[in-house]
C-alpha cells in the first residue's frame, strides 16, 4: 500500500492525471481548475487562482482506503477553493471533492448549462487520434431514457448529454479503457459541460452554471471509475462498478417496499382506467368492483396505483390540493383502501403556484414559488410530515413523485440556490422513510435518480417513456442498467396483458382541437411514412427529442412537433450535416379523430359521416335532440355509437361504423416478460373483464408474490458499442450462493452472434458445464456447453420478435449429469422467491421450495438426457430429485 501510495501521489503531483491514464497521450489528464467570481473566470493558468497549499493525505471513506493530494487555491480577493483529488486502493475509483471554505458570491456564468466552477476537468481523447473513442449518456427524465445518447465521440458529440439534462457520461475505448462518472455529493447542484474547440474537447464538472453564491464550507464531489486492461474493459462492469462505489459512498439501506414484491393494478397513461372511470359511477364503485373481480377470477392484485386524476389541479395543471376530489372519490380514498385491503400508490406531480399549502397563498407552509412558470417548491419538511400523516390515513404506501423533470427545470431557484434541490428531494425522502413509504421516481432527470440513490425510501424508478401503447417503451436494458447500478429498482411502466381492450381512451388517431386554430398535435400512431410513401426520418437522428423535449417523438413516427405545420408529418430528407433550411418534409396521411371518425361511444362526435353502416343515408335531425343538419350522432351519449334516423317518417334508424382506429398491444407478452424481468414492479392496465389470467401468471405465484430474477435483464457491452443497438439483455439468479442461472433476453435482432461469458456479462453462470435451452418460447430442445465456450445467440428479427434462452449449471451425481430447469411456465425459471435452497451432495439432490399455501407448482429437471417435471401441491416443499418425489 505504502508503495503504491507513493507511485501514485508522484502522478498526481506531476500530470494531475485521471489514474491511471489511457495510452492516448493527454486524454483523461486534469486541467487547472477554475471558478467563476462576481461573474468572470479566474483560473490557475492564467494566474488568478494561486497554489497556496499543496499536502498529501490517506485515509479511509466508506468506499475504502486512499491517498491524495489536498490543494488550497486563492483569488485574489482571498477567497478559497480546495481540491482534494482522492485515489483508491484498486486504482480504478477516484474521488474528486471541491469545497469553498469560505463561500462564493457571484458564481454564476450566466448558463444553466454550464458550470461556475471547474474541477475536475478533464481532456478528451483529441479528434486527430485514429483511436476509436465512444460515449454513453443517459439524457433528460426517465432516468435519462428520453434523450439518451451513445455514439462515437467526434461525428456525434452535438448529441452527448450534459448541462441540465445530463450528468452522468461514459467514454469507451474498445478493448482497452472505459470509465463512468458523475457527480457523488450534492448531485441535484452540479453540472457537467462539454467544450469541443476544434480537434480537442473537455469535460467539466462543477456547480451548476446559474448559482447565485456558494454558502461557507459548501461542497461537491464528482466519482470516475475507469475499466482497464489490468482490471475489465467492460464498459458494463464498469458502470456496475461505479454505481457499487456510489452505493458505499451513500451507505443506506433501503426500506422495505411491498409493491417491488407483489402484482399491482396501475391506472396511469395507457391504462384502460386513466380518466376513465368507464360506465362507473365514480372510481370507488369502480376500484370496488375492480376489487371483486380480481378476487372471484383468482388474479391476484396486491395494491393499486392511482394516477393524477384523483387530486384537485390549480394552475397549469399543477397539483392544488393533494387530496381526492368528491367527485372522484365520493367519500375519499380511506373507504376504497379499507373495502379493497390494497395498500395505495399515489401519484403527484409538481405543486402548483397557487397550491393551497403555500403561506404566500394563505397555506400554512413556505414554498418557493416561481410565478413565470406557475411551479412551487415546499421548503420545510414539516410539510412532508404532515402530507405524509394525512395520507397514511387513507391508505398511502408508496408516494409517487412524477414530473420531477419539469419541476427541476421550470423552478428558477432550483437553479440558482444550490442547497435547495437536494433539500426539497431529501425532505420528502426522509419524510417518508420515518413512516416506512417508499417513493418511487417518475420523469427524473440523471442528477434526482443520483440523489434518490441516497435516500433510503427511494426505491423505484421509471426507466423509459409513458407506457401509453408506445412501440419502444419495452426498450429498457440501457437504462435499467444505470437504475440496478444505482441500487433503484427499474420499473418499466403499465402494460395490457391483452392485445385489445375495446372503448379504450386511446387512439391512433390525430385529435383536431379548435383551441389551436386547427392545429393537430396528438397524432400518437405508428405511421412512418409520408403521404406520398417515402420513408420518415428518425427524429433522433437529427436530435429533434431535444428540441422539442414536451413531444413524444418516438422513432420516425409522423409527428407535428412545436406545431412546426398543421399536422402529422415527418421528414423525408434531413440530417445533422446540413443546415435546417435544406431539410425536406411532408405531411402523413394519418387518421383525424373527432372530426371524421369517432373516439369511444361516440358522444362528443362532431364530424360529418352521414351514411349508416348498411349504407342509408341519414335524414336531417330537424330539431329531434336538438340537433339539425343530417350527421351521424350519439345524442346524450345513450348509444354505444353513433346512429342517425333513415326515414323521413322518423320511424327507423341504423347505427353509423366510422370509429376511430383503437390503440391495440401488439405484444402483451413482450411486455409482461420485460417487465417481471427488469426484477422492479410489474403492473398490469387492461379492462378488467381482459385481464389475461394465464398471462399474469407467468410473473407471479398465486399469492401474487412476484417471480424475478436475482437482478435485472440489462444491455451488454455490444449494445453500447454499436450504433444498431441490439437488444440483447442478460440476467443472473444465484441461489445458496453457488448455484447460478442465467437469461438471455433476445429481441428484434436481426443477425446471430456469437458471445462469450464475458460479453454476455454471464460470467458466473457459464463458469462450469451449463445446459441452455429456449424457455420462451418454450422448446424441448438442450444444448449442453462446456465452460469457455461462445454462445451462439439466434436471430429473431422482425416487430416485437423476441426469444429467451435459459441457462442452468451441470451437476455430477452417482455417475448421472443433472440440471434444474425450474419452472419453465415462468418468465423467471428460477428466482428466489421461489427456490430458497439447493442442497447437493454425493447422493443427494435436494430444491427447497416457497409457495403459496396449496398452489400447484411444476418443476422441471434434466437428467443424462431426459427432461422430467415433479410436481409439487399442498403442503410440499422440498423436491427429493433423486427419488422425484416432492414432500
Ligand atoms: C496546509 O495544509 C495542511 C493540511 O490541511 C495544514 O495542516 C497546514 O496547516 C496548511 N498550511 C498552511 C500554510 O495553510
Ligand atoms: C481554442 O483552441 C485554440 C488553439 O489551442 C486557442 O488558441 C483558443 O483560445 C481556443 N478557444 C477557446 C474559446 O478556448
Ligand atoms: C374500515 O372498516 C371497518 C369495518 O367496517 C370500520 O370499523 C373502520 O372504521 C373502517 N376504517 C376506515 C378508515 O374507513
Ligand atoms: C383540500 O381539499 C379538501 C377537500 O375538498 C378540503 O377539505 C381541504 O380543506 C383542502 N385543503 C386545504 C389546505 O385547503
Ligand atoms: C435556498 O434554499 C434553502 C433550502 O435549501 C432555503 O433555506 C433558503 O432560504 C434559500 N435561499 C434563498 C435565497 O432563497
Ligand atoms: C415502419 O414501421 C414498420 C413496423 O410497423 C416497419 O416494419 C417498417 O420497416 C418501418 N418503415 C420505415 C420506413 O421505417
Ligand atoms: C438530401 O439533401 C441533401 C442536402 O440538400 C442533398 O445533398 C442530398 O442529395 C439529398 N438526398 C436525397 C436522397 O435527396
Ligand atoms: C365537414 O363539413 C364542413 C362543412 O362542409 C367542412 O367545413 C368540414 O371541413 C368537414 N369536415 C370534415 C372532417 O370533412
Ligand atoms: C393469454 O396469454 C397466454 C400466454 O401468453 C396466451 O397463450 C393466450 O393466448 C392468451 N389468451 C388470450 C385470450 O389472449
Redesign the pocket.
Known amino acids: 500500500m505504502w508503495i503504491k501510495g507513493i507511485v501514485i501521489l508522484c502522478t498526481l503531483a506531476f500530470s494531475h492525471a485521471l489514474i491511471p491514464p489511457t495510452e492516448e497521450p493527454d486524454a483523461f489528464t486534469l486541467q487547472p481548475p477554475y471558478l467563476y467570481e462576481g461573474g468572470a473566470r479566474c483560473s490557475v493558468d492564467i494566474g488568478c487562482l494561486t497554489l497556496?497549499?499543496?499536502?498529501s493525505?490517506s485515509g479511509t471513506d466508506g468506499i475504502g482506503q486512499y491517498v491524495g493530494i489536498?490543494n488550497?487555491h486563492s483569488t485574489p480577493l482571498g477567497t478559497r477553493m480546495t481540491t482534494l483529488a482522492k485515489v483508491y486502493d484498486d486504482l480504478d475509483v477516484t474521488v474528486y471533492e471541491t469545497s469553498f471554505p469560505d463561500g462564493l458570491e457571484g458564481c454564476s456564468m450566466g448558463d444553466r448549462n454550464g458550470v461556475c466552477t471547474g474541477y475536475p476537468v478533464f481532456n478528451l481523447v483529441n479528434a486527430a487520434s485514429n483511436t476509436v473513442f465512444r460515449y454513453v449518456t443517459p439524457g433528460d427524465s426517465m432516468t435519462g431514457w428520453n434523450l439518451y445518447s451513445q455514439g462515437s465521440f467526434w461525428s456525434s458529440y452535438r448529441q452527448f448529454r450534459s448541462g441540465e439534462m445530463g450528468g452522468i457520461a461514459g467514454f469507451i475505448i474498445p478493448d482497452s479503457y472505459s470509465v463512468v462518472m458523475s457527480a457523488l455529493q450534492h448531485p441535484m447542484a452540479v453540472n457537467n459541460w462539454l467544450d469541443v474547440n476544434g480537434t480537442s474537447a473537455s469535460l467539466h464538472y462543477g456547480v451548476q452554471g446559474l448559482a447565485d453564491s456558494i454558502p461557507a464550507g459548501y461542497s461537491i464531489s464528482v466519482i470516475a471509475v475507469t475499466g482497464r486492461r489490468e482490471s475489465s474493459t467492460s464498459f458494463v462492469s464498469t458502470v456496475l462498478k461505479w454505481g457499487q462505489s456510489v452505493q458505499m459512498k451513500n451507505d443506506v439501506v433501503k426500506i422495505p417496499d411491498y409493491t417491488t414484491e407483489y402484482l399491482g393494478y396501475w391506472t396511469d397513461n395507457g391504462a384502460y382506467y386513466y380518466y376513465n372511470n368507464d360506465h362507473f359511477e365514480d372510481y370507488e364503485k369502480l376500484i370496488t368492483s375492480l376489487n371483486h373481480f380480481t378476487i372471484t377470477q383468482q388474479i391476484p392484485i396486491r395494491y393499486i396505483q392511482l394516477d393524477s386524476w384523483w387530486y384537485y389541479k390549480g394552475v397549469d395543471n399543477g397539483v392544488k390540493n393533494w387530496t381526492a376530489r368528491p367527485d372522484i372519490f365520493p367519500h375519499g380514498i380511506a373507504p376504497v383502501h379499507n373495502a379493497t385491503g390494497w395498500p395505495i400508490l399515489a401519484h403527484n406531480r409538481y405543486f402548483s403556484s397557487d397550491n393551497v399549502y403555500a403561506s404566500q397563498n394563505g397555506g400554512n407552509y413556505p414554498f418557493f414559488i416561481d410565478e413565470e412558470n406557475k411551479k412551487a417548491v415546499p421548503l420545510d419538511k414539516h410539510f412532508w410530515d404532515d402530507l405524509f400523516d394525512e395520507a397514511r390515513q387513507w391508505g398511502l404506501s408508496v408516494y409517487e413523485q412524477d414530473w420531477l423533470d419539469r419541476e427541476y427545470e421550470g423552478v428558477s431557484a432550483l437553479h440558482t440556490n444550490i442547497t435547495l434541490g437536494d433539500d426539497w428531494l431529501h425532505n420528502m425522502a426522509s419524510s417518508a422513510a420515518q413512516r416506512n413509504i417508499a417513493v418511487q421516481y417518475c420523469m427524473s432527470l440523471p442528477r434526482e435518480a443520483l440523489h434518490g440513490a441516497a435516500e433510503e425510501a427511494v426505491t423505484q424508478i421509471r426507466v423509459s417513456d409513458d407506457y401509453h401503447l408506445a412501440t419502444n417503451q419495452w426498450r429498457i436494458g440501457h437504462t435499467s442498467l444505470f437504475a440496478h447500478a444505482l441500487g433503484l429498482k427499474p420499473y418499466k411502466d403499465v402494460f395490457w396483458t391483452t392485445e385489445l381492450n375495446n372503448n379504450n381512451p386511446f387512439t391512433w388517431c390525430q385529435v383536431f382541437q379548435p383551441t389551436l386554430q386547427g392545429i393537430t398535435t396528438n397524432y400518437v400512431g405508428h405511421i412512418n411514412v409520408t403521404e406520398s410513401g417515402v420513408p420518415c426520418v428518425y427524429w433522433d437522428s437529427i436530435d429533434f427529442r431535444a428540441q422539442y423535449p414536451t413531444y413524444s417523438l418516438p422513432e420516425n413516427f409522423c409527428r407535428n412537433p412545436g406545431m412546426l405545420h398543421d399536422r402529422a408529418f415527418c421528414f423525408t430528407n434531413a440530417s445533422l450535416d446540413y443546415p435546417e433550411e435544406l431539410w425536406t418534409w411532408e405531411y402523413c396521411d394519418v387518421p383525424t379523430c373527432e372530426t371524421d371518425c369517432y373516439v369511444r361511444e361516440g358522444r362528443y362526435y362532431i364530424g360529418n359521416q352521414s351514411v349508416t353502416e348498411n349504407g342509408h343515408n341519414c335524414v336531417d335531425w330537424n330539431g329531434y335532440f336538438g340537433l339539425t343538419g343530417a350527421r351521424c350522432r350519439n345524442p346524450d351519449g345513450t348509444e354505444d355509437r353513433p346512429w342517425c334516423f333513415i326515414t323521413e317518417d322518423y320511424t327507423a334508424i341504423d347505427f353509423c361504423d366510422n370509429k376511430c382506429p383503437e390503440a391495440e398491444e401488439y405484444s402483451p407478452d413482450l411486455q409482461s416478460a420485460v417487465a417481471t424481468l427488469s426484477a422492479g414492479p410489474v403492473g398490469i392496465g387492461d379492462k378488467m373483464e381482459n385481464i389475461n389470467r394465464s398471462l399474469v401468471f407467468k410473473s407471479c405465484r398465486s399469492d401474487g408474490k412476484l417471480l424475478q430474477p436475482g437482478k435485472p435483464l440489462t444491455a451488454i457491452d455490444m449494445y453500447f458499442l454499436s450504433d444498431s443497438r441490439p437488444n440483447i439483455w442478460t440476467s443472473e439468479t444465484t441461489i445458496s450462493s453457488k448455484y447460478t442461472f442465467g437469461l438471455i433476453f433476445i429481441a428484434e435482432v436481426s443477425q446471430r452472434y456469437s458471445l462469450s461469458a464475458s460479453e454476455l456479462n454471464l460470467e458466473k453462470s457459464l463458469s462450469g458445464t451449463t445446459l441452455l435451452w429456449y424457455n420462451y418460447p418454450y422448446i424441448d430442445q438442450l444444448t449442453i456447453y462446456p465452460s469457455n465456450t461462445d454462445i451462439e445467440t439466434p436471430k429473431t428479427g422482425g416487430f416485437r420478435n423476441f426469444v429467451i434462452l435459459a441457462t442452468s449449471p451441470i451437476f455430477e451425481i452417482n455417475g448421472d449429469t443433472y440440471a434444474i430447469l425450474g419452472e419453465v411456465d415462468k418468465w423467471a425459471h428460477v428466482s428466489s422467491t421461489r427456490i430458497t435452497d439447493i442442497t447437493i451432495e454425493e447422493q443427494a439432490f435436494l430444491v427447497r421450495i416457497d409457495k403459496y399455501s396449496d398452489e400447484s407448482v411444476y418443476m422441471r429437471f434434466y437428467k443424462n438426457g431426459f427432461i422430467f417435471e415433479i410436481a409439487c401441491s399442498l403442503n410440499n416443499n422440498l423436491i427429493d430429485v433423486i427419488a422425484r418425489t416432492c414432500s
Not at 52 to 55: A, E, F, P, V
Open positions: 497556496t497549499n499543496s499536502s493525505v489536498f488550497t
